[in-house]
């Protein structure tokens, strides 16, 4: 099945026990393959890191063909959260781009814009005084057709919940619909946490 899908994970990996439910994640998938995203932006409250461990929580974007995630990862192995941008995992090979340590329970500023001509995306992270950019070359997978939908309803509606495994709330999802573009703006997810 062909999809274009935000993904929003939190995953809780332990490298002792590996349980089934050590995986969470909403995804919003657009109606058709032929409504790319041309924009995801966000601000990211990171949670209160308790210890090192193996720690992930990234919003990002799928591509059309499955082929890998377009995100930023928020990154707990060190004790130390580290977020910073990236194109998991191959094809094509890209380096990882620059990051930062935001702290706990900061706020972290997100945009992925695909540039308006050339082959790059732009990544922006901005956290307190700390800011990075960084351009990747993933114009040709999501977006070489038309981003023409207007349906809205892939907004709206409640995401995905992976296996049903999350507690989590949603606040303020709109759609607004304006030459042919879609924009889906919700005010707040807050995942609170494993069922
Ligand atoms: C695309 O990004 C690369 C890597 O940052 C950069 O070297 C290149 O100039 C960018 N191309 C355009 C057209 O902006
Ligand atoms: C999107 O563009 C395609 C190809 O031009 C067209 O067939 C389709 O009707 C358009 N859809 C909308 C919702 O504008």
């Known amino acids: 099945m062909k999809f274009l899908s935000v993904l929003i994970p939190l995953a809780l990996l332990s490298s002792q026990t590996v349980h089934a439910a050590n995986w969470y994640f909403l995804r919003w998938n657009t109606p058709s393959s032929s409504a790319q995203f041309q924009k995801f932006s966000m601000q990211m409250v990171t949670p ?7 720690y992930y929580l990234w919003p990002g974007l799928q591509d059309t063909g499955n082929t890998g995630v377009y995100q930023e990862v928020l990154d707990g ?70 981003m023409n939908t207007t349906q809205t309803a892939w907004c709206t509606n409640a995401p995905e919940n992976y296996n049903n495994a999350m507690r989590y709330t949603i606040s303020g999802a709109k759609a607004t619909v304006s030459g042919g573009t879609t924009t889906c703006q919700i005010d707040q997810v807050v995942m609170e946490g494993p069922r």
């Open 48 to 54: 209160t890191i308790q210890k090192a461990g193996v």
């Open 77 to 146: 192995r060190s004790g130390t959260w580290w977020i910073g941008p990236g194109w998991c995992c191959s094809n094509p090979s890209l380096p990882w781009g620059d990051g930062f340590n935001p702290g706990n329970g900061k706020a972290v500023d997100i945009t992925m814009t695909r540039d308006a001509s050339g082959p790059n995306w732009t990544s922006i992270l901005t956290s307190g005084s700390n800011s990075v950019t960084n351009k990747f070359p993933l114009s040709y997978k999501n977006f070489n057709q038309v």
